[in-house]
């Protein structure tokens, strides 16, 4: 398997099947991403083309400083900001990443309660900023670490350690407030 460097490298002297690669190889990452900070099918996939055509548009200017996938990542990180900030956050009926799998054999009334609380989960997260929802998405979806959250965010290590903590910790202040409190539902809260 190629490089990306080598990939990027073909793309720039006109091998359009080159981009199909990087997509191909980056575009499952860049949709969960995106979907998980939007919270809607049709816009993730929206703004997951919107990227992609941005990256081939920008490609000459990666100068190869970063992993491609960080410099795709902040260019997705920014056009979903961008987006956010346009549009206020929809409700959607699809489950987060973290929020706990449903039994199989669920009782009807099980069946509501977990309904109930992956939308109660979802309107909390929907009210945390900008810059705490990122950060969970970053660490809970894609797991990882918090010096790769830094790089992708552009800020300190002990920055994305600190947004992480108060992001958890809004969460379970919003999740508490409601009747009977779902803190328990979120691991490491």
């Known amino acids: 398997m190629q490089s990306d460097a080598e990939i990027i490298q073909r793309i720039l002297q006109g091998d359009i099947e080159g981009y199909r690669e990087l997509i191909q190889r980056y575009q499952h990452m860049i949709y969960v991403f995106i979907y998980k900070m939007v919270n809607n099918r049709s816009d993730a996939e929206d703004l997951t083309q919107e990227v992609f055509v941005k990256a081939y548009e920008k490609l000459s200017t990666f100068r190869g400083d970063s992993q491609f996938s960080s410099w795709l ?3 997705a990180r920014n056009k979903t900001i961008d987006f956010i900030r346009r549009r206020k956050f929809h409700d959607s009926d699809e489950q987060l990443a973290y929020v ?3 039994v199989r054999d669920e009782s009807p009334q099980e069946s ?12 909390a997260f929907a009210l945390l900023s900008d810059s705490y929802r990122e950060v969970i998405v970053l660490r809970c979806t894609h797991e990882y670490p918090f010096e790769k959250i830094a790089a992708l ?10 947004r992480y903590l108060r992001a958890r910790q ?3 202040k919003l999740l508490s407030r409601k009747e009977g409190g779902l803190v328990h539902e979120l691991p490491g809260i």
Do not use: D, F, W, Y
Not at 153 to 162: Q, Y
């Open 73 to 75: 990542h902040t260019l």
């Open 100 to 102: 706990p799998s449903q």
């Open 112 to 123: 509501l309660m977990n309904k109930e609380t992956r939308r109660e989960i979802e309107e």
């Open 153 to 162: 965010l552009g800020i300190a290590e002990s920055t994305a350690r600190v």
């Open 170 to 172: 809004e969460l379970a």
